[in-house]
């Protein structure tokens, strides 16, 4: 069965450093999105990606973020400079239409120190 | 500020009962809603979707969904306690993104 995958699974960075959190959809899905948890709270969405541009985002996606679909098969987030306040689980989803369900990777565990 | 609620729990229940969890949305335009199941430190597993008013059933999972009450639940017969997770509800409001509610923990007592 297709799923969507990511990695790193954990990745440990220092306050202020760059990270590229890596997703690849599946692989008919054409809608793409990006998802954070902070620990113990509820999913939050960030942003949604289509057709090669952002089709949505979140007052959390600002200019410290940015995706990228950089070929035919990964989608990528990026934190430019990362905060304390950025840790939490990432996570990657796909959907082949706007209204059918999205599936969710099994994350990135972001640790900013 | 568009809103998905549920109860945090922790709901119990014995093996073998019927788990009944609840959601309320405060977008009355919303249109599809989703329950995903996420066990601790794991992905959102998505367990069913639901689009028009009534009753969908999957197996031991039934979802059901009143628009006009803004109201959407999720009936799981035969409890068993492999299904102690947390559920969460999502909502999607014809936009490009889910709102999820915080999620209800279930607790299946053996």
């Known amino acids: 069965e297709p799923e969507v995958t990511q990695t790193p699974s954990h990745q440990v960075t220092q306050m202020g450093q760059e990270v590229i959190l890596r997703c690849v959809p599946i692989?008919?899905?054409?809608?793409f999105y990006w998802y954070r948890q902070i620990l113990g709270q509820k999913v939050e969405f960030l942003v949604s990606?289509?057709?090669?541009?952002?089709?949505?985002k979140s007052e959390i996606f600002d200019d410290q973020f940015s995706v990228e679909r950089p070929d035919g098969s990964n989608f990528t987030l990026k934190i430019r400079s990362t905060k304390l306040e950025d840790s939490a689980m990432y996570f990657c989803?796909?959907?082949?239409?706007?209204?059918?369900?999205?599936?969710f990777g099994p994350g990135t565990r972001l640790t900013v120190t | 500020q568009k809103e998905v609620e549920q109860n945090s729990g922790p709901l119990s229940v014995p093996e073998g009962a019927i788990a009944s969890l609840n959601c309320t949305y405060s977008d009355r335009g919303s249109q599809s809603f989703f329950w995903y199941r996420q066990y601790s430190g794991k992905s959102p597993e998505l367990i069913m979707s639901?689009?028009?008013?009534g009753d969908k059933e999957d197996g031991r999972f039934t979802a059901q969904l009143n628009k006009a009450s803004q109201y959407v639940s999720l009936l799981i017969r035969d409890s068993q306690p492999s299904d102690s997770a947390t559920y969460l509800c999502?909502?999607?409001?014809?936009?490009?993104?889910?709102?999820f509610g915080t999620g209800t923990r279930l607790k299946v007592l053996a």
């Open positions: 999502a909502v999607n409001s014809g936009t490009y993104k889910y709102i």
């Open positions: 989803a796909s959907s082949f239409n706007r209204e059918n369900e999205q599936y």
């Open positions: 639901i689009y028009s008013n």
């Open positions: 990606f289509y057709n090669n541009e952002i089709s949505e």
């Open positions: 692989s008919n899905h054409l809608y």
